[in-house]
């Protein structure tokens, strides 16, 4: 049973699936153990298995104390990456409690309008699947995700409408382990079709940290964060105001640890 405060989740009505979420689904599968899983079909059968009993859950709406109102509004920028840092430590102990939340209420309640509380700039890599990183549903994160997390034009604009329109309060812009768009641009290989377009926006973390994979995809996302605080004046206006904070962060795919970069 989680007691953790959700922001963008109703404080009155939180359902979750009692029985169905810690034995049959993602939750409470340690990272790791989710690595181990050595084909994509039992993958796949245990992700249908969970939304089966969220569904079965969802049908015994169960009211809970009210939990303390987390408005979006009301977040600090810190707070709101306090809350992106907490789910990872779920994430990472295995207590996921996402997938208790009752995805019917969520859809519901999201169907006029989302309030996420923050954004993510990821990369697109499969090993970084963002929400459940973070432990988070529907309506909770706003996520851009592209290869290298570099901040082109329409990524910088995705962003700007998250923070200037919706009102996200941290933006995390998040590299991680054994990034194939970093190696690339360190190798700088000739490459199909239109990848190569990537190695621009990647260059100078490159050619600031050296041909380390790691360091310089810890430059990229510090490089890219800076450039979305710089670049953008929607983005900057709200930083000066504390109305949004820009941070950097590595992801460990073999860990599942989000750590600050800055
Ligand atoms: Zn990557």
Same mark, same amino acid.
């Given at each position: 049973m989680t007691s953790h405060p959700h922001p963008a989740q109703d404080a009155t009505?939180?359902?979750?699936?009692?029985?169905?979420?810690?034995?049959?689904?993602?939750?409470?599968?340690?990272?790791?153990?989710?690595?181990?899983?050595?084909?994509?079909?039992?993958?796949?059968? !245990?992700?249908?298995?969970?939304?089966?009993?969220?569904?079965?859950?969802?049908?015994?709406?169960?009211f809970v104390a009210p939990r303390p109102a987390l408005a979006q509004s009301t977040l600090s920028p810190d707070a709101a990456l306090q809350e992106l840092l907490d789910g990872?430590?779920?994430?990472?102990?295995?207590?996921?409690?996402?997938? %208790?939340?009752?995805?019917?209420?969520?859809? +519901?309640?999201?169907?006029?309008?989302? %309030?996420?509380?923050?954004?993510?700039?990821?990369?697109?890599?499969?090993r970084v699947p963002v929400e459940l990183v973070f432990d988070q549903s529907i309506g909770h994160i706003f996520v851009a995700r592209i290869a290298g997390n570099i901040a082109t034009s329409e990524i910088i604009a995705s962003l700007e409408y998250g923070a200037g329109v919706?009102?996200?309060?941290?933006?995390?812009? !998040?590299?991680?382990?054994?990034?194939?768009?970093?190696?690339?641009?360190?190798?700088a290989k000739s490459v199909p079709g239109q990848i190569s377009a990537l190695y621009p926006h990647i260059r100078p973390a490159?050619?600031?940290?050296?041909?380390?994979? %790691?360091?310089?995809?810890?430059?990229?996302?510090?490089?890219?964060?800076?450039?979305?605080? +710089?670049a953008?004046?929607?983005i900057s206006g709200l930083v000066k105001e504390n109305k949004l904070k820009v941070a950097?962060?590595?992801?460990?795919i073999g860990t599942g640890t989000v750590s600050l970069l800055e």
């Open positions: 009505i939180t359902t979750r699936t009692a029985q169905g979420c810690e034995d049959s689904s993602l939750c409470g599968l340690h990272p790791t153990a989710l690595a181990e899983h050595s084909s994509r079909r039992s993958f796949l059968q !245990m992700t249908v298995r969970g939304t089966v009993a969220g569904l079965t859950a969802a049908a015994a709406v169960e990872n430590k779920r994430f990472t102990a295995g207590r996921l409690t996402a997938c %208790e939340h009752d995805l019917d209420v969520l859809k +519901q309640h999201t169907i006029e309008k989302q %309030e996420p509380f923050a954004a993510v700039l990821s990369c697109a890599d499969s919706l009102g996200t309060k941290v933006i995390l812009v !998040m590299g991680h382990g054994g990034c194939g768009a970093v190696k690339s641009t360190i190798q490159v050619d600031q940290a050296g041909p380390n994979l %790691e360091a310089a995809t810890k430059a990229n996302a510090k490089i890219q964060a800076a450039l979305l605080r +710089q953008s004046t929607v950097a962060a590595h992801y460990d």
